[in-house]
């Protein structure tokens, strides 16, 4: 059974920094693609950064420069390095993997994990 667990996030004050990471686990037989997204209050889930398929890595507007995404393949771990953090940045972040098993290839998401900032 495959999982992605997430740590990291909480409160940080405007222009901070934080850091959440994302590690799969399971059967996995192949990680096609991995990042993150986010949901605010009444708002859609949108992509924040993502590792595609391809190799390359796509950055969501609103975070270029300031949000860089990381990642340790031997451990199929991610990280997410988020500085000058703005309110508007508070969200639910879910990491969001493509990931192939001996069964199946499907789209996997984390539980979520609470970014909030605020002074």
């Known amino acids: 059974q495959v999982q992605l667990v997430e740590s990291g996030g909480g409160l940080v004050q405007p222009g901070g920094s934080l850091r959440v990471s994302c590690a799969a686990s399971g059967r996995i037989r192949e990680l096609r693609a991995m990042g993150w997204y986010r949901q605010a209050p009444g708002k859609e889930r949108e992509l924040v950064a993502t590792?595609?398929?391809?190799?390359?890595?796509n950055y969501a507007d609103s975070v270029k420069g300031r949000f860089t995404l990381s990642r340790d393949t031997a451990k199929n771990t991610v990280h997410l390095q988020m500085n000058s953090l703005k309110p508007e940045d508070t969200a639910v972040y879910y990491c969001?993997?493509?990931?192939?098993?001996?069964?199946?290839?499907?789209?996997?998401w984390g539980q979520g994990t609470q970014v909030t900032v605020s002074s």
């Open positions: 590792f595609t398929t391809g190799g390359s890595t």
């Open positions: 969001n993997a493509i990931i192939v098993t001996i069964a199946s290839a499907r789209e996997y």
